[in-house]
């Protein structure tokens, strides 16, 4: 097969098209509106001559008041997005009548009246060029070309120069407003990290020595701050009480959330009476005073495990509130503490939540995790699962150290996935006894 050969660049091309390419190539890589403005001007000027130019605005201003935003004149640039209050603002005149005027202007017999309020911008001018420069419809800005001599514009290029112009003007407002994006993100992502920051400062910032126990904790949010929480508990009978939860949704509402959950968690006091039911009530007290004091309902809902350890006789009594069970690691057997289930909390005002209770032994492990683990995601879109997990755990050694339980379970979910990023926060809890 022939292959038509490669053209060269600019050939057959007239100067003025390879002047304009070259333009829009700079045009293209430029990031600072100022800059651009004042390289294309210097362009523009080589390319359609003039010795004076004007810009003008209406914007935030009523008829028939314009600000004057840049002047070839001016020893000092001003930046019109930055400094705008070292704009002159003036009232009516001739500019006041082209710029409200709405329409492009060419004046190859211009005399400019000393009583115009802009006299001293166009005194020594004799034709001008005026050129709308269009926003929702309407001509907020102008561009002004002025030469010295009469008849300096040519009628018949003031079509392109309205295009030109336009597609300039419409250019640098693009760029001013992808800066002002940057900008407020920027601020944003600032923002969300201090809540991030003081999210993570709700969390044990060490994790506490109990008599026979071995625990490791790993937390990651999916973005700057998260929903998942997890605290310990300790108790006046010397029990341990042990939480995990998880918010619904990702995120700074999830993490406003998960502080009103910590805070409320931190003011149970106790159960009024039957010791036993202990983690039930602890879930009742929570649940009631996020449905009847902060009313999430109609938002977000909190999933919860609960537990009570003690140390002295290992049992553990515990009460869920539609979270994952957590997985009890023995002997190489595998087994779902989910003998005491219930609603999330804050869906409705009277859940019924139960307790069991279950006997640990020396060398069992307990694993506790959110969602945002199983539901780990690769590259195919297929999730991680809770099946794979439960038989990662199985393979687990026996008395191996929990750091090393969460480090295998971290490591097998990063090479499922892929690579693909957490779109969901990830929090684990390993907890041996001895």
């Not at 028939?64 to 009232?91: A, C, F």
């Not at 005399?111 to 420069?133: C, G, I, M, N, W």
């Amino acid at each position: 097969m022939t292959r038509s050969p490669r053209p060269t660049p600019g050939a057959g091309h007239s100067p003025r098209v390879d002047e304009m390419v070259e333009l829009v190539r700079e045009l293209s890589s430029q990031t600072d509106p100022q800059k651009m403005v004042r390289d294309f001007g210097d362009r523009f000027q080589r390319m359609f001559p003039y010795e004076g130019f004007l810009a003008l605005s209406r914007r935030d201003l009523a008829a028939p008041r314009y600000r004057i935003t840049r002047h070839s004149g001016w020893e000092k640039n001003i930046n019109p997005w930055k400094q705008r209050d070292q704009l002159p603002v003036l009232e009516g005149g001739i500019l006041g009548e082209l710029l409200y005027g709405d329409l492009p202007v060419l004046n190859n017999d211009f005399t400019p009246d000393p009583a115009d309020p802009a006299y001293e911008y166009l005194k020594d001018y004799r034709s001008f060029q005026a050129v709308p420069h269009y926003h929702d419809g309407v001509g907020t800005n102008m561009a002004i070309n002025f030469s010295n001599e009469p008849a300096a514009f040519d009628p018949e290029k003031l079509a392109d120069q309205v295009l030109t112009h336009n597609l300039f003007g419409r250019t640098t407002n693009n760029m001013v407003l992808s800066q002002q994006l940057r900008a407020a993100h920027a601020a944003l992502d600032a923002e969300l990290q201090t809540v991030g920051d003081i999210q993570r400062s709700l969390l044990p910032q060490d994790l506490p020595e109990i008599a026979g126990v071995e625990i490791a904790a790993h937390y990651a949010t999916a973005r700057r701050a998260g929903g998942d929480y997890y605290d310990l508990f300790p108790r006046a009978d010397g029990k341990w009480g042990i939480l995990i939860a998880d918010v619904s949704g990702h995120g700074t509402p999830a993490a406003v959330v998960m502080a009103v959950t910590h805070a409320v968690a931190h003011t149970y006091a106790g159960p009024d009476a039957d010791e036993a039911c202990a983690p039930c009530a602890m879930l009742s007290y929570i649940n009631e005073r996020l449905v009847g004091k902060y009313d999430v309902r109609t938002v977000m809902f909190v999933t919860a495990w609960y537990g009570v350890y003690d140390p002295a006789t290992r049992k553990l009594d515990y009460a869920t509130a539609g979270h994952p069970s957590p997985r009890l690691c023995r002997d190489g057997q595998l087994r779902h503490l989910d003998q005491a289930g219930g609603l999330p909390l804050g869906i409705t005002a009277h859940p019924r939540y139960d307790t069991a209770t279950f006997q640990l032994e020396p060398d069992d492990e307990l694993v506790l995790f959110t969602d945002g683990i199983a539901e780990a995601f690769n590259l195919q879109r297929k999730q991680y699962g809770e099946p794979r997990l439960d038989e990662l755990l199985c393979q687990s050694p026996r008395g191996r150290p929990p750091a090393d339980t969460l480090r295998a379970i971290l490591d097998d979910v990063e090479a499922f996935a892929q690579g693909v990023p957490n779109d969901d926060d990830q929090t684990l809890m390993a907890i041996r006894i001895r």
